[in-house]
Structure formats: structure tokens, C-alpha cells
């Protein structure tokens, strides 16, 4: 496809269980980035990837969370032991470089999260 | 850190018509990117606008224009000949040096036939 791709787009959890949110970035593009989007608000920076190397986690909320990329391909955001404050839309988006001039970031439509 | 403020929780504009959204930024940085993005119902975010701090010419695409006030730190958004197509969430975001992005709170734009 040519955009960024993320599944499931809903999910639906039980507080305590433990959930992977997958997103596939557009092809050739070395940066990925995962947002956090609370209803009615604005995206909280989760971490960046530039190729499969996280040189910036600074925005996780816990060391519940954590995320993979292989390559510069897929990543997967994994949120264990879920809480409901968790509830939220998890979007993931993709540039073709992380050059600061270079980068505009293509948005996948997001992973809705809901914990019970 | 930077922070981005929208100050414009919601905002509506007749069809037709122009409407400037507002947003704020603060920084010590020199070189860094503002953009516009757009999140219809559908979440998707999609890029309006975006503008080089290093370049003093406002950025323009089509019926969207900005009005980068680098000193002021202010960077509106203003939409032209609005259409119902424009009803959305728009958010004002801010990149610098260490590759994340900074998003404002976002404003609701209701387009009135």
C-alpha cells in the first residue's frame, strides 16, 4: 500500500492483560514514530526509531511500554499490564528520513484502545 | 521544552468564507519546522502545511496560507474560500532539533453551509 498501515484498528482489553498495536510504515522509510492521542486532545510523542535503533524513548509514560522495530520495517508498540488511562488512540507515523529538513510524517490511522 | 499552545479550542467559519486559526510556540531554538495537520473524523492526520523557520516567505498551498511571526513565535493557519470538505481538527505542530514533534491541543473548525 502506499500509506502507513496499523492493526488492529480497534482493541478492546481487559485491564491487566497486555496488548500489541503493529504498524507498517511506508516502504523505504527509515524513520517511525508512535503518538499517543487521549480523547479530545492533542498527540503526546511516545519514541522514534530511526531504522530499527530508538534514539529517543523519552516520551514512554512507563516501563510498561515498550516498542520494536525490525529493521526498517514494522513496529510494534506493546503495552503491558494495560490501565484504563491507557485508553486512547495510538497513532504511528513514518518519514523517509529523520534529516530535519527532509522529514514530513506520513500518519497511519491510528489503533484505538480501549481498556475495561 | 517546547511547548505548542492553541488557544482556539473551537472555531467556525461560513462556507465560502476565510478563517485564521492561531497557535503559539516556545523555543530556544534557532532552525525548526512548524506544520498544520489536519484529523478529519476518520483519525487520519493529514499534512496541511508546513514551514521552514529559516525561510521568511510564508508558506502557501492552494487555499491555505500561514503567517509565521519567527520573533512573535506565532504561526496561524488561514483558510481560504472554506468548504465543508475543511470541517475537521486541526492541529499546529512544532519540530526541532531532536526529531519528535511537539502538537498543540488542536482546534474543532465547523464549516457552515
Known amino acids: 500500500g502506499a500509506g502507513v498501515s496499523q492493526s488492529p484498528s480497534n482493541k478492546v482489553t481487559e485491564k491487566g492483560k497486555d496488548v500489541e498495536l503493529r504498524c507498517d510504515p511506508i516502504s523505504g522509510h527509515t524513520a517511525l514514530y508512535w503518538y499517543r492521542q487521549r480523547l479530545g486532545q492533542g498527540l503526546e510523542f511516545l519514541i522514534y526509531?530511526?531504522?530499527?535503533?530508538?534514539?529517543?524513548k523519552s516520551g514512554l509514560p512507563s516501563d510498561r511500554f515498550s516498542a520494536e522495530r525490525t529493521g526498517e520495517s514494522v513496529s510494534t508498540l506493546t503495552i503491558q499490564r494495560t490501565q484504563q488511562e491507557d485508553s486512547a488512540v495510538y497513532l504511528c507515523a513514518s518519514s523517509l528520513t529523520s534529516g530535519r529538513w527532509t522529514d514530513t510524517q506520513y500518519f497511519g490511522p491510528g489503533t484505538r484502545l480501549t481498556v475495561l | 521544552a517546547q511547548t505548542v499552545t492553541q488557544s482556539q479550542p473551537e472555531m467556525s467559519v461560513q462556507e465560502a468564507e476565510t478563517v485564521t486559526l492561531s497557535c503559539t510556540y516556545d523555543t530556544s531554538e534557532s532552525d525548526y519546522y512548524l506544520f498544520w495537520y489536519k484529523q478529519p473524523p476518520s483519525r487520519q492526520m493529514i499534512l496541511v502545511i508546513r514551514?521552514?523557520?529559516?525561510?521568511?516567505q510564508n508558506a502557501t498551498e492552494n487555499r491555505f496560507s500561514v503567517n509565521f511571526q519567527k520573533a512573535a513565535k506565532s504561526f496561524s493557519l488561514k483558510i481560504s474560500d472554506s468548504q465543508l470538505g475543511d470541517a475537521a481538527m486541526y492541529f499546529c505542530?512544532?519540530?526541532?532539533?531532536?526529531?519528535?514533534?511537539?502538537f498543540g491541543a488542536g482546534t474543532r473548525l465547523t464549516v457552515k453551509p
Open positions: 505542530a512544532y519540530r526541532g532539533n531532536n526529531n519528535d514533534m511537539r
Open positions: 526509531f530511526q531504522g530499527n535503533s530508538a534514539p529517543d
Open positions: 514551514q521552514e523557520a529559516y525561510k521568511q
